[in-house]
Each structure stands twice: as structure tokens, then as C-alpha cells.
């Protein structure tokens, strides 16, 4: 060979090894690319909030000398308004601190009156109860708008909502709560100086020409409080009335049940009997938010615990704490979170669901009142010296922190804590349940229940088609099989959900026996073959192709199974073995379960293992196996006890190579199971992995939301899970390999 050829030959070896490895290179950054890429979209759910104070200034001078009683702010952050005892909202401009407007809000019976007591109803509605025993509502409404010279405006508005005159009562009441539900019927909750309830119901009723009447009752709760009032709250839809004593007692009532008021809890909310101060709702009024004279903030739900038609109150989440007694909660009213104030003007930020102590905010003086803006992005805050200060609030995704997304929450409407994925509903008070640990387990669950179906077989393929397989059949066998990867994942996910889920669902006692009546079928024919002669001719002629003679009995095995299985379903479960074992066992069957996935991932995963296990095997050195058999050894003991142990770094790796497409893959999990997010071993039950999960959630999932950032989060676990497997699935291979050899 000249040496001018054997140089440009080295030097293209060369060259081809520095291309290699810049494409490995080029491999590897990519990879890391793409991790960086979605963890920078997933790190902004464990930023921590912050908070700033835009603007602060003086009260104005028309504010001197009043109390402030309740205050907001649009959530442009630029006017917000400041409700006093007199009854009069003063609209400032909160860049510059000036009057822009002075409503008072409208009643009949003259002026000179004060608010002796006011009720939060809703986004920036107010009850005002009047010192006279006068009743009214007044809305405070934000729009923003333009200008002539196109300049972004915010107008304001304040809209009376209701009105009632004093109920009639022998004293005055010192608190009156009203609602109107959805038949514009109305609700009103009478409290008197000396704690007397007195509840009205006014009706409202059609008749068959649609004209509207009206009934009115009244009822003066006779039922014992124990201690004097100190807080109460009323539902939205006037249904619920929650009391609170100054001996910690907690009281619920039932106003929308059939004829009088009902007494639904009356118990001691804590176990020292300190007084409750004040009662909040969170958003939506499913739970109840009870602030101790000690500082203390806890939210209660109703929860069933004697069966389903009986709840009652119970605490389901603590929040932080504060130094003194709380006088103020506010609701957010965007999310579960709640703004509580002390005596000493100090101001929590809490998110009830996370549990998450968010922000605490102090003034220079100590805060006397405040109001949050609609979008939460905004508060304000009156001292006791007059001043307004604003602070801009970036809390991106307070409903997140390691307990919700891995451990066990108490949702609201739920008995007990759970791990729950529901990450929307139909209404905008919902409670965002995003557990990723039934996903996570979903993922295994699916992997688990493919695997043990898939690597028998793929394993036992392999050797046999290794090991014993006619050469000549083999090169048409390993190909048909390597095709087999080539089937797209929907097609495979297609078939499974529409074609062998509800066959499985038709035949499942069939199935079960078919795992027992094919090997047996299998057992005998082998018992069968081995009573032949050795030299036989026909013994000569299988050599090779003994799983021409396997294929009959496996099917009728199972044809013999699938007959079996209807006449075991009809004499052992009564026709309908899913109602046997819903009735006998409390286990309800999906149609689409992890068998179905067992079988439809499982034949996805077996090419893999099949064709690296089978390459692993074949290139065991020819002389071990030929000097095994040399030795008098069987076929079958030198495949097991020579070949297989020299091929395992190979298994095992095509082992975990079949894992990790199990545990990525998506089309077949989302179109085969019922992807429900539960946990649950059972073999009847569906599930929902972390690839389904993403699939299914991304294209609802608004940009940079916290679902969409949560679904980012998912794909880091799935990346991380997957490095984690193969770098352990790395250093056992190489482990194998110093054990058993390099083949």
C-alpha cells in the first residue's frame, strides 16, 4: 500500500474523530439548553414576593378629624378611595395625593349620622349600618378609560345597592348583615346590643301569569351562646351565618333550610378557651377565616365526618401569627389569600391554601385601616397619623411551595387531607390543586405495570432467537421486530384505547385465565417434545424451529382461556364479574386501566429491549458457548449459565433504554388510561403520568400562569428522573462489565 494513501487514510480517521466529537459536544450543550430552558420557565414558582411602597403622602385636609373605616384602590394603582365614619368615600389621586372626588353615600332620614358598624359584602361593597338602625349598600366601581388627547383615565363610580329602614326591633341593632341570593329574594341578620339574632326572610315568588309576590318571616334565634359576640359574618348568598364569642365560640347556622333557622355547630374553637376576634371569609365563602384575641389566624371549612349528609366546622390550615390581636381581615380577592391586621398595625399577607406567610408590612406609624386591589398587586394602607402610603405588591405565585406541589393539602370541601391534581373549574374562586405526586406515582405506576409485561418477553425472545433460532429464520425475525419501534405511538395508543380496552373490559376473566392455561398449554407440548427420541427424525427437523410448535399451543390456550372465561364469569361472579368486584371488594374497574397500558406501552417498549438484549447476546464470543457445549453442557445451560451472565452489562442496559422510553412516553398514557390523577396500585384503575399530564394541560395553560410554570416544573422532574436512571443504570453497567467481562 503506497504510504500517500495510508496517510490521507489516518487523516481522515482524524478528522472523522474531531467531527464525532464535536457533534457530542454539540449533543451534550443542547441537552443542557434545553434543561436550562425549562428551568429558568419553572425557578419564578419559588421567587419570593416582595413589596414597595410607590407613593405616600399626607390625609387631605377635607379627612381631618374623621375615622376612617374601610379603603381601596384600583388596580392600576392610581386612585383609590377612603370610606370614613360619616358615610362619605373621598376618591384620591394616589400620585399626588389629591381630592379628585367626594361621594357620600345616599340615605334617607337626614344627615348627622355615623356608621356604627360596616359589613365587607364583596368586591368593594360595603353594609353600612347606621347609628339611627338604618341599613344601605354602596359599591365602589373602578373603569379605566381615555381621554380626549388619549391619555389613560381611571373612572370611578359609586352605586347604592340596597336600602332597609330599622327592622321594628325593640332596640337598635348594632350589626346588620344583608344579602340577596339568586331569586332576588332577601336575607337580613339583625344583631342587637344585647346579642338577640334576629333573622328576616323576605321571598319573593311567581305565579303562572309571572307576577311577583312577596313573603316576609322573621325569627329570633332562641338558641344559647355562650359569652358575648364579638364577630360575625354572613355568606354571599345569605345561606350561612357564622358567629364568634369572646369565649371562643363558634357558632354556624343553616338560614336556607326548610322553615326556621338551623343550629348546625356550637363548640369551643380552641381548647383554651381565648376569644375569638374577628371572622373573615376567604374567596368564594367555602372557608371561614378566625383571628384569636392572642394574634393567632386559622381557616375552617366544613367537612363530613359523621357521613356524607352531616358536616361540620373544622380547622384546616394555621397561618402565621401575629404579636397581637387581629382587628382587620381582608380577603384577596383574586386568590386564597388573606390580609389580616393586628392592634399594633402590623400587616400579614397569607396564602391559606400554601400556608405561606407571603409578605408582613409595617408603616412608620402603626396601620389603622387597608384595602387591596382587585389583582392583588396593590395595597393601601391609612395610619394612625393621617398618612397614605401604597405599597405595589409582586406575589407571582403564592399558591405554590413544596407541600402543595408534593405533599398532602387540605383542600377545601374535602374530609381529610390528599394529594389532589385539578388545576381549573368551572368558577373563579377555585382553589388550584396542583400535587404533582399523583402524577409522579401515575408515571411509575404505568412504567411498573409495562415492564413486568414487557421484559419477560422481550428477554426470553432474545435468548431463544440468540441462542436457538435457525440462523435463517433469524435475519427474518430481528428485522420484523426492530419494525415494530417504527409504529407510531398513536397508532399504538389508538388501537389500545379503541380496540383493546373494551375488549379487555369484555373479557377480563378470559385474560386472567389466559395467564395460567397458556403456560400449561406451553409445559405440556414442551413435556410432550422431550419424549422423543433425541435423534428422532423429528427431533432433527424442530432444531431450530421449536416455536413452530409453541405458536398452535399458545393459541389454543388461549382460546381455550377466553372459553374458559365466560363460563368461570357465569358460575363464579354471577354473570358480571366488574359488579362482583365493585359489591365484594369495594374495587371499581375502568375500562381503561393499567392492564390495557401494559399491554399497548408494554409492546411499544419490547422492540427496544429485544433488539440491544439480542445484540448482546449474539456477540458473546462464539468459543465461550462452543466450549460449554463442548463440555457436555445442554443448549439451554449454556444460554443461562455462559452466555446470559457475559450479556448482562448489554440486558441490563437495554432494560433501562426500555425504562426510559416507558417512562416518557405520552400518546400511549393519554389515549389507553382514563387519565385520572389518583393514586391507587390497583390494576382496575387508570392513572395520569407527567408526560400526559404536560400534554394534555400546556395548550389551556395561560402564558407564564403558574400551571404553565408548574407544567414546566414537571418536565424538569421527568429530565432529572431520566439523568438520574441512566447514570445509575451507567455505573452498574460498568460495575457488570469489570464482573463478567467487556462483551
Request: charged share 20%; net charge positive; proline share 4%.
Amino acid at each position: 500500500m503506497k504510504k500517500g494513501l495510508i496517510e490521507r487514510i489516518k487523516r481522515r480517521d482524524r478528522l472523522a474523530g474531531k467531527a464525532i466529537q464535536c457533534v457530542g459536544f454539540l449533543v451534550i450543550v443542547c441537552v443542557i439548553g434545553i434543561l436550562a430552558l425549562i428551568t429558568n420557565v419553572a425557578l419564578p414558582l419559588f421567587y419570593p414576593p416582595s413589596a414597595k411602597v410607590v407613593s405616600s403622602f399626607a390625609s387631605p385636609a377635607e379627612l381631618a378629624g374623621r375615622k376612617i373605616i374601610a379603603a381601596g384602590l384600583d388596580d392600576y394603582l392610581e386612585s383609590g378611595f377612603l370610606l370614613d365614619e360619616q358615610g362619605v368615600f373621598t376618591f384620591i389621586d394616589l400620585r399626588s395625593g389629591k381630592v379628585m372626588d367626594r361621594l357620600p353615600a345616599q340615605r334617607d332620614g337626614g344627615g348627622g349620622h355615623r356608621v356604627a358598624y360596616l359589613d365587607r359584602v364583596g368586591r368593594f361593597d360595603y353594609g353600612l349600618t347606621w347609628d339611627d338602625g338604618v341599613f344601605t349598600e354602596h359599591q365602589v366601581k373602578f373603569a379605566p378609560g381615555f381621554d380626549g388627547q388619549g391619555k389613560r383615565t381611571i373612572n370611578h363610580e359609586l352605586v347604592s345597592t340596597a336600602f332597609a329602614t330599622p327592622n321594628g326591633l325593640a332596640t337598635l341593632s348594632a350589626r346588620i348583615l344583608v344579602r340577596q341570593n339568586a331569586d332576588k329574594g332577601t336575607v337580613r341578620v339583625d344583631i342587637a346590643a344585647d346579642d338577640r339574632i334576629t333573622v328576616t326572610q323576605q321571598e319573593i315568588t311567581k305565579d303562572l301569569f309571572g307576577a311577583e309576590a312577596s313573603k316576609t318571616a322573621s325569627t329570633t334565634l332562641t338558641d344559647a351562646i355562650a359569652g358575648r359576640i364579638t364577630a360575625a359574618v354572613l355568606d354571599q348568598k345569605g345561606i350561612y351565618l357564622y358567629v364568634g364569642t369572646d369565649r371562643g365560640t363558634l357558632l354556624r347556622w343553616d338560614l336556607g333550610s326548610a322553615g326556621s333557622p338551623q343550629l348546625l355547630d356550637s363548640f369551643p374553637a380552641f381548647t383554651d378557651g381565648r376569644a375569638i376576634a374577628t371572622l373573615g371569609f376567604v374567596i368564594g365563602d367555602a372557608s371561614l377565616a378566625v383571628a384569636d384575641e392572642r394574634g393567632g389566624v386559622s381557616t375552617w371549612t366544613a367537612t363530613s365526618k359523621e357521613g356524607l349528609n352531616k358536616k361540620q366546622l373544622h380547622r384546616i390550615h394555621q397561618l402565621s401569627n401575629h404579636s397581637q390581636q387581629v382587628v382587620e381581615i381582608i380577603p384577596s380577592l383574586r386568590d386564597k389569600s388573606l390580609l389580616s391586621i393586628d392592634a399594633a398595625g402590623a400587616m400579614h399577607l397569607d396564602h391559606m391554601t400554601s400556608e405561606r406567610h407571603l409578605l408582613t408590612l409595617k408603616a412608620a406609624h402603626p396601620i389603622a385601616r387597608a384595602g387591596l386591589a382587585a389583582k392583588g398587586n396593590g395595597l393601601i394602607g391609612v395610619d394612625t397619623a393621617g398618612n397614605i402610603s401604597v405599597w405595589q405588591l409582586n406575589i407571582p405565585h403564592p399558591e405554590v411551595s413544596f407541600k402543595t406541589l408534593f405533599g398532602k393539602v387540605w383542600y377545601e370541601g374535602y374530609n381529610e387531607p390528599a394529594y389532589v391534581w385539578q388545576s381549573s373549574a368551572a368558577n373563579d374562586d377555585f382553589e388550584p390543586k396542583l400535587s404533582l405526586t399523583p402524577l409522579i406515582f401515575g408515571t411509575l405506576k404505568g412504567t411498573f405495570y409495562a415492564m413486568i409485561f414487557a421484559i419477560p418477553l422481550a428477554l426470553l425472545g432474545a435468548i431463544y432467537t440468540s441462542q436457538f433460532l435457525n440462523p435463517r429464520i433469524k435475519n427474518i425475525i430481528k428485522p420484523s421486530v426492530e419494525i415494530m419501534a417504527a409504529i407510531p405511538s398513536v397508532v399504538i395508543g389508538f388501537l389500545g384505547g379503541l380496540w383493546l380496552a373494551p375488549l379487555l373490559d369484555k373479557t377480563i376473566v378470559g385474560f386472567f385465565l389466559s395467564m395460567a392455561v397458556i403456560p400449561v398449554a406451553i409445559l405440556i407440548v414442551i413435556l410432550f417434545w422431550q419424549r422423543l427420541k433425541p435423534a428422532s427424525r423429528l427431533d432433527r427437523a424442530g432444531y431450530g424451529h421449536e416455536f413452530i410448535i409453541i405458536i398452535p399451543a399458545i393459541m389454543l390456550g388461549g382460546a381455550l382461556a377466553f372459553y374458559l372465561g365466560g363460563i368461570a364469569e357465569v358460575a363464579l361472579f354471577g354473570s358480571d364479574f366488574k359488579l362482583w368486584l365493585f359489591e365484594r371488594l369495594g374495587v371499581r374497574a375502568d375500562q381503561r386501566n393499567s392492564m390495557v397500558i401494559s399491554l399497548a406501552l408494554g409492546f411499544a417498549v419490547i422492540p427496544i429491549i429485544f433488539t440491544i438484549a439480542e445484540d448482546a447476546l449474539s456477540n458473546v464470543p462464539k468459543s465461550l458457548s462452543a466450549a460449554s457445549l463442548a463440555l457436555g453442557a445442554s443448549r439451554w445451560q449454556t444460554a443461562w449459565r455462559v452466555v446470559l451472565p457475559s450479556a448482562v452489562p448489554g440486558i441490563f442496559s437495554a432494560i433501562m433504554i426500555g425504562f426510559g422510553r416507558a417512562v416518557g412516553e405520552t400518546m400511549i398514557v393519554l389515549m389507553a388510561t382514563g387519565n385520572t390523577p389518583i393514586i391507587n396500585l390497583s390494576m382496575f384503575d387508570g392513572f395520569r403520568s407527567l408526560s400526559a399530564n404536560i400534554a394534555v394541560e400546556i395548550p389551556e395553560a395561560p402564558l407564564a400562569g403558574t400551571l404553565y410554570r408548574v407544567l414546566f416544573l414537571s418536565a424538569v422532574l421527568l429530565f432529572a428522573f431520566t439523568f438520574v436512571v441512566n447514570t445509575v443504570a451507567e455505573i452498574y453497567r460498568q460495575r457488570f462489565r469489570k464482573k463478567y467481562g467487556r462483551y
